[in-house]
């Protein structure tokens, strides 16, 4: 499927259901997307997370029906997912800049946020660097947690400071990072911090042992002081690459791989470090 079209209909599915029980995994199915790769992309392509985009939709159509019925607060507090009228008021109060009493009493402003509507615009000219390679099954061993699609982006960083916290102790050497949602739900990922398996290490530290089955990997290289390269290459990914190419996210893996720090004077700040991310794909049908 196309990639633009995918998150196009994404956002359909969300306004038809916009009052529903809305989950990552469920927008996605719906879509046929790995639920990473799609929270992913869509925040990428649309600058908010999936779940954000929802409270703001919901908030600004509580807005207009604030105004144009007479619903009372608690119906339009449960309407939109919210367990008390108090807590709907507050992330109302919190959007809109008045509380749903000052609006209906009128002359209080509101706030308008709309559906959005993926226009990507592909100059030419840009030079994105990847190859297309096809990798045996890779097993590896390592320490896993399982983290939300919302508050990812900041708690794995402080999960790989946790790990490397303590240099005589840590369990991996951390040379790859790995995210799969193949069996997770919901709004939900798991994340692998790994090394390339040994039998006798991964028995002796009583880490977890994982194989990723064999695929064809779009392999992206990222240069330079982390991890401003790998957040750019990733963006890039999914703003350009995916849409203008012709290949689609087969599976629901992502790997990034990171070279060993100590071969760099700078360790990972240094100017030449070398990383890359590992996207499986397939070619896209028509």
Same mark, same amino acid.
């Given at each position: 499927?196309?990639?633009?079209?995918?998150?196009?209909?994404?956002?359909?599915? #969300?306004?038809?259901?916009?009052?529903?029980?809305?989950? &990552?995994?469920?927008?996605?199915?719906? %879509?046929?997307?790995?639920?990473?790769?799609?929270?992913?992309?869509?925040?990428?392509?649309?600058?908010?997370? &999936?779940?954000?985009?929802?409270?703001?939709?919901?908030?600004?159509?509580?807005?207009? @029906?604030?105004?144009?019925?007479?619903?009372? %607060?608690?119906?339009?507090?449960?309407?939109?997912?919210? $367990?008390?009228? $108090?807590?709907?008021?507050?992330?109302?109060?919190?959007?809109?800049? !008045?509380?749903? !009493?000052?609006?209906?009493?009128?002359?209080?402003?509101?706030?308008?946020? /709309?559906?959005?509507?993926?226009? *990507?615009?592909? /100059?030419?000219?840009?030079?994105?660097?990847?190859? #297309?390679?096809?990798? @045996?099954? *890779?097993?590896?061993?390592?320490?896993?947690? =399982?983290?939300?699609?919302?508050?990812?982006?900041?708690?794995?960083?402080?999960?790989?400071?946790?790990?490397?916290?303590?240099?005589?102790?840590?369990? %991996?050497?951390?040379?790859?990072?790995?995210?799969?949602?193949?069996?997770?739900?919901?709004?939900?990922?798991?994340?692998?911090?790994?090394?390339?398996?040994? /039998?006798?290490?991964?028995?002796?530290?009583? *880490? @977890?042992? +994982?194989?990723?089955?064999?695929?064809?990997? /779009? &392999?992206?290289?990222?240069?330079?002081?982390?991890?401003?390269?790998?957040?750019? =290459?990733?963006?890039? #990914?999914?703003?350009?690459?995916?849409?203008?190419?012709?290949?689609? #996210?087969?599976?629901?893996?992502?790997?990034?791989?990171?070279?060993?720090?100590?071969? +760099?004077?700078?360790?990972?700040?240094?100017?030449?470090? +070398?990383?890359? %991310?590992?996207?499986? =794909?397939?070619?896209?049908?028509?």
């Amino acid at each position: 499927m196309d990639w633009a079209k995918a998150i196009e209909g994404a956002i359909e599915f #969300i306004e038809k259901n916009i009052a529903e029980d809305l989950t &990552v995994g469920r927008i996605a199915s719906e %879509v046929k997307l790995s639920p990473f790769y799609f929270q992913r992309g869509f925040s990428m392509l649309c600058g908010y997370t &999936v779940s954000e985009y929802i409270r703001m939709r919901r908030l600004s159509l509580a807005g207009s @029906e604030l105004l144009s019925s007479g619903i009372k %607060v608690i119906d339009l507090a449960l309407k939109y997912g919210y $367990d008390s009228p $108090d807590s709907f008021t507050r992330a109302f109060t919190r959007f809109h800049g !008045n509380t749903p !009493n000052e609006v209906r009493r009128g002359g209080a402003s509101l706030k308008s946020f /709309a559906p959005l509507h993926i226009e *990507l615009s592909l /100059a030419g000219g840009n030079v994105m660097e990847y190859r #297309i390679e096809k990798k @045996e099954a *890779l097993k590896v061993m390592g320490v896993s947690k =399982v983290f939300s699609y919302v508050s990812a982006d900041t708690e794995i960083p402080k999960y790989w400071n946790e790990i490397n916290g303590n240099p005589q102790e840590k369990p %991996v050497m951390g040379m790859y990072g790995i995210c799969f949602d193949a069996e997770m739900a919901g709004n939900q990922f798991r994340y692998m911090i790994a090394d390339d398996f040994l /039998a006798e290490k991964a028995e002796k530290k009583g *880490l @977890e042992e +994982y194989e990723i089955p064999g695929h064809t990997w /779009a &392999v992206f290289p990222c240069r330079g002081p982390m991890p401003l390269p790998l957040q750019e =290459v990733n963006r890039r #990914i999914f703003a350009e690459w995916l849409p203008a190419g012709r290949y689609e #996210i087969a599976e629901g893996y992502n790997i990034e791989y990171y070279s060993d720090p100590a071969d +760099y004077k700078g360790g990972t700040e240094d100017p030449g470090y +070398y990383a890359e %991310v590992w996207i499986p =794909v397939k070619e896209k049908t028509v």
